[in-house]
């Protein structure tokens, strides 16, 4: 299991700021559902979503602006994980 996660996480920490075409498309396609407002909320797993935020403070922020501007599709995925401290964790695992 911890070598799993640290895959998982190692995939992220090594993953470029800036989303790649294939994998906004990954986003729009996969188990996407709609809320109430009719905003697209995209339910893929944790490691993904990470990706995603990632990206966001990257080139590719304008592709990605039809997912949310408040992150609010990532906030029940998460579960309150936050991205630096993945990060952290990968530094003190040293993967």
């Given at each position: 299991?911890?070598?799993?996660?640290?895959?998982?996480?190692?995939?992220?920490?090594?993953?470029?700021?800036?989303?790649?075409?294939?994998?906004?498309?990954?986003?729009?396609?996969?188990?996407?559902?709609?809320?109430?407002?009719?905003?697209?909320?995209?339910?893929?797993?944790?490691?993904?979503?990470?990706?995603?935020?990632?990206?966001?403070?990257?080139?590719?922020?304008?592709?990605?602006?039809?997912?949310t501007?408040?992150?609010?599709?990532?906030?029940?995925?998460?579960?309150?994980?936050?991205?630096?401290?993945?990060?952290?964790?990968?530094k003190?695992?040293?993967?």
């Amino acid at each position: 299991m911890l070598r799993h996660i640290q895959n998982s996480l190692g995939s992220v920490y090594r993953s470029n700021t800036a989303t790649p075409q294939g994998q906004i498309i990954h986003h729009r396609n996969f188990q996407s559902q709609f809320d109430t407002t009719g905003n697209t909320l995209y339910n893929n797993c944790w490691v993904c979503s990470l990706n995603v935020i990632k990206s966001r403070d990257g080139n590719n922020y304008s592709a990605l602006e039809d997912i949310t501007s408040d992150n609010q599709a990532f906030n029940n995925i998460l579960e309150g994980i936050d991205i630096i401290e993945c990060e952290n964790l990968l530094k003190e695992m040293n993967v």
